[in-house]
Nanobody, 116 residues
Framework: VQLVESGGGMVQPGGSLRLSCAAS????????MTWVRQVPGKGPEWVSSINTDGSSTYYAGVGKGRFTISRDNARNTLYLQMNSLKPDDTALYYC??????????WGLGTQVTVSS
């Protein structure tokens, strides 16, 4: 199992980023998927989850209305579109296989920094 995140970077407040997670080594289309973020010194924070075919999406309060999770099962890729970014969104963002609390594999993460 391999999960490789990309798309992070530095952006000004109010800006947007689109994170991607390339999955390999397993049948991507049969797993729910999740985005989690973590700030140094704090525990991981659930951001969003999506079911196997993308028909159901779930968001934590921090991203609701600003973040959109999606997936492309033909490309084995998970996405997180983040708009109206705030400094508090600065974190290392991970994709994980399964729903939060029941995820068995995580990627290494991609850093998102929101700063003016």
């Amino acid at each position: 199992v391999q999960l490789v995140e990309s798309g992070g970077g530095m952006v000004q407040p109010g800006g947007s980023l689109r994170l991607s997670c390339a999955a390999s080594g397993f049948t991507f289309s049969v797993y729910d998927m999740t985005w989690v973020r973590q700030v140094p010194g704090k525990g991981p924070e659930w951001v969003s989850s999506i079911n196997t075919d993308g028909s159901s999406t779930y968001y934590a309060g921090v991203g609701k209305g600003r973040f959109t999770i999606s997936r492309d099962n033909a490309r084995n890729t998970l996405y997180l579109q983040m708009n109206s970014l705030k400094p508090d969104d600065t974190a290392l963002y991970y994709c994980a296989r399964g729903l939060y609390g029941n995820s068995d594999y995580w990627g290494l993460g991609t850093q998102v920094t929101v700063s003016s």
